[in-house]
């Protein structure tokens, strides 16, 4: 499913606020005539995007799973849409704990001028960025680590998670104005992402040099790394299974 996160406190379900979880399974109570409780791949937080979240529920459904995507898409939110439905075979398959790895992906403006057609989905950085620099250090969160420095446990104590991609690009078509940082791994602290970002782009704007996200990291202390980048230029892409 994808859906814009600007209106909407986070995907969990909350009460009295509206929540991406909530817009789906008040929809799908509307289709079934039966409260349902849907599980998903991803927590995201207030304001963060997504094309590729993932989520499942038990369902009593006289018709094919293309009626219910096409019924579901007709009375969601003009900013919810589900992209695909489809029955799953495997009774044990959980988004969450059967996923393999999430791929999330970060977009900085770098124009002197903001852009009122982007700046739902990006974030401005008017100033120039060392962008190699940045990418020598994200270098230093590929592999396991304890993350503490960068987040909260989304479950549980630990908070060492791997990491198997980190890196700064540009894509073609964005006139060098678009700069994006995909990052995968198996699993996600709270607000990880966007601490890593965050500190990140203080070694691009010189307020930090490379090495020093090595020490944020080893050092494992939260209150070291940067302040998370806003919520709007994030979006969960995929989950792989």
Not at 153 to 161: A, C, D, L, N, Y
Not at 222 to 227: K, Q, S, T, Y
Request: charged share 25%.
């Amino acid at each position: 499913m994808e859906y814009d996160g600007t209106s909407y406190f986070g995907f969990q379900i909350q009460a009295r606020r509206p929540t991406i979880q909530g817009s789906l399974e008040e929809v799908l109570a509307r289709l079934t005539g039966e409260r349902i409780r849907i599980r998903y791949a991803g927590r995201t937080d207030s304001g963060v995007h997504a094309v590729g979240q993932v989520i499942s529920f038990h369902a009593r459904w006289r018709h094919t799973a293309a009626d219910l995507e096409r019924a579901w898409n007709a009375l969601l939110p003009v900013d919810i849409a589900v992209r695909h439905v489809e029955p799953v075979a495997d009774q044990r398959f959980h988004p969450r704990y059967s996923a393999r790895s999430r791929v999330y992906q970060y977009t900085v403006w770098t124009s002197p001028w903001r852009s009122p057609l982007h700046s739902r989905y990006s974030y401005h950085e008017p100033k120039p960025l060392d962008v190699d620099g940045m990418n020598q250090a994200a270098r230093f969160l590929i592999g396991e680590h304890d993350f503490a420095a960068f987040g909260q446990p989304t479950q549980g104590e630990s908070t060492v998670r791997a990491v198997a991609v980190a890196k700064w690009w540009q894509p073609e078509d964005s006139a060098r104005v678009r700069l994006l940082f995909t990052i995968e791994a198996n699993a996600f602290l709270r607000r990880m992402v966007r601490s890593v970002v965050g500190t990140l782009l203080e070694v691009g704007k010189g307020f930090r040099p490379v090495d020093g996200v090595a020490e944020v990291l080893a050092a494992r202390d939260r209150r070291l790394a940067a302040p998370p980048a806003p919520a709007g230029g994030l979006c969960l892409m995929e989950v792989k299974y």
